[in-house]
């Protein structure tokens, strides 16, 4: 298993569904809403990107759905990009 896993949203609910699980996960989030906003998109294979504010999830939705598979959010960037969620895997 890789110590570390980089994933843009929403493809990392899948891996973490399929047994993925990295000691580091670092997933993008959408900064534009709070931390204590729950937001995300619904899945959707033809979306496309429209130069708005429209796409992937909150901090907070990102945190608790890596809580769900026994990570802790450590972080985030300075640019309001990448969260960064850790867990403790036995060897």
């Known amino acids: 298993m890789p110590d570390k896993h980089r994933v843009d949203t929403p493809?990392?609910?899948?891996?973490?569904?399929?047994?993925v699980r990295p000691k580091l996960f670092i997933a993008e989030y959408n900064?534009?809403?709070?931390?204590a906003i729950d937001f995300r998109i619904a899945y959707d294979e033809?979306?496309?990107?429209?130069?708005?504010?429209?796409?992937?999830?909150?901090?907070?939705?990102?945190?608790?759905?890596l809580g769900r598979y026994g990570y802790t959010l450590v972080c985030c960037n300075?640019?309001?990009?990448?969260?960064?969620?850790?867990?403790?895997?036995?060897?």
């Open 11 to 19: 493809s990392g609910r899948a891996r973490l569904e399929h047994g």
């Open 31 to 35: 900064a534009k809403f709070p931390p």
């Open 46 to 65: 033809n979306h496309t990107w429209k130069s708005d504010d429209y796409y992937g999830a909150s901090l907070k939705s990102l945190a608790d759905l």
């Open 78 to 91: 300075t640019s309001g990009v990448n969260a960064f969620s850790s867990c403790a895997i036995p060897s």
